[in-house]
């Protein structure tokens, strides 16, 4: 299948945060309560259309389990987007995004990748450990975007992965747009580190429309 864009997702966060579910809704539409945890890094495709674009996306889902996270290094190193999952209903999870999954991200990823935190499990609002407004403080502080999710209803998850697939090919559309000077594309490129769309409200999206002008920078 012919593609405009291949992107490669790299989906980090603690072990049992559903981050194997999330995946599994969206690229079969499916959940399975009785799925087996990742051994190591597991492997999805999915096309999009996103316009008149397809757009080929590489899913990576990686285990969580700390006896495996040395092996994440290499994944890092040429991912384009990173899903940051935390549980909804555990606090601690949520905790570990700073203490340890952002610290990774920043030390191993490219400084060109587009960054989302997503809370799982938002079908389980009565055990909620994590109120929304301490995650979107997180998310606007980073300046990155903020979804809560349900791999078990399919809430949002479409959505997610649909804003993250647009903000990078709004970024290979503005890096065109300096293809003429190569300095000035290095430095755009190294500058606009994410998409900057908070919460689940798509009209606060800060993007532009694809190759006319470019998204405003963030910065972490």
Same mark, same amino acid.
């Given at each position: 299948m012919?593609?405009n864009h291949?992107f490669?997702?790299?989906?980090v966060g603690? %072990?049992?945060?559903?981050?194997?579910c999330?995946l599994?809704r969206?690229a079969e539409?499916?959940?399975?309560?009785?799925h087996?945890s990742?051994l190591?890094?597991?492997?999805?495709?999915k096309?999009i259309k996103l316009?008149?674009?397809?757009?080929? +996306?590489?899913?990576?889902?990686t285990a969580g389990?700390?006896?495996y996270?040395?092996i994440?290094?290499?994944?890092?190193?040429?991912a384009h987007?990173f899903? !940051? $999952?935390?549980?909804?209903?555990?606090?601690k999870?949520f905790e570990n995004l700073?203490?340890?999954?952002?610290?990774?991200?920043?030390? %191993?990823?490219?400084?060109?990748?587009?960054?989302?935190l997503?809370?799982?499990k938002a079908?389980?609002e /009565?055990?909620r450990?994590?109120?929304f407004d301490r995650?979107?403080k997180?998310a606007t502080?980073?300046? $990155?975007?903020?979804?809560?999710?349900?791999?078990?209803?399919?809430?949002n998850?479409e959505e997610a992965? %649909?804003?993250l697939?647009? /903000?990078m090919r709004?970024?290979v559309?503005?890096?065109? +747009?300096y293809?003429?000077d190569?300095?000035?594309a290095?430095e755009y490129?190294s500058?606009?580190h994410?998409?900057?769309?908070?919460?689940n409200?798509?009209?606060?999206?800060?993007?532009?429309s694809? !190759?006319n002008?470019?998204?405003?920078? /963030?910065f $972490?």
């Amino acid at each position: 299948m012919s593609y405009n864009h291949l992107f490669k997702i790299v989906v980090v966060g603690d %072990h049992n945060c559903g981050k194997s579910c999330i995946l599994l809704r969206f690229a079969e539409n499916s959940f399975r309560i009785d799925h087996i945890s990742t051994l190591g890094v597991d492997f999805k495709l999915k096309t999009i259309k996103l316009g008149r674009d397809k757009v080929r +996306l590489e899913l990576w889902d990686t285990a969580g389990m700390e006896r495996y996270r040395t092996i994440y290094n290499s994944y890092y190193h040429s991912a384009h987007v990173f899903m !940051c $999952v935390y549980d909804m209903t555990n606090e601690k999870s949520f905790e570990n995004l700073e203490s340890y999954w952002l610290k990774e991200i920043k030390q %191993h990823a490219p400084q060109n990748a587009v960054l989302m935190l997503v809370g799982n499990k938002a079908d389980l609002e /009565a055990e909620r450990k994590v109120d929304f407004d301490r995650a979107e403080k997180l998310a606007t502080r980073l300046g $990155v975007s903020l979804y809560e999710v349900s791999a078990k209803t399919g809430i949002n998850c479409e959505e997610a992965f %649909h804003t993250l697939a647009t /903000a990078m090919r709004e970024r290979v559309c503005a890096a065109n +747009l300096y293809s003429d000077d190569s300095e000035d594309a290095e430095e755009y490129a190294s500058a606009f580190h994410v998409d900057g769309v908070i919460g689940n409200d798509k009209k606060s999206s800060r993007l532009s429309s694809c !190759c006319n002008s470019p998204p405003e920078p /963030a910065f $972490v």
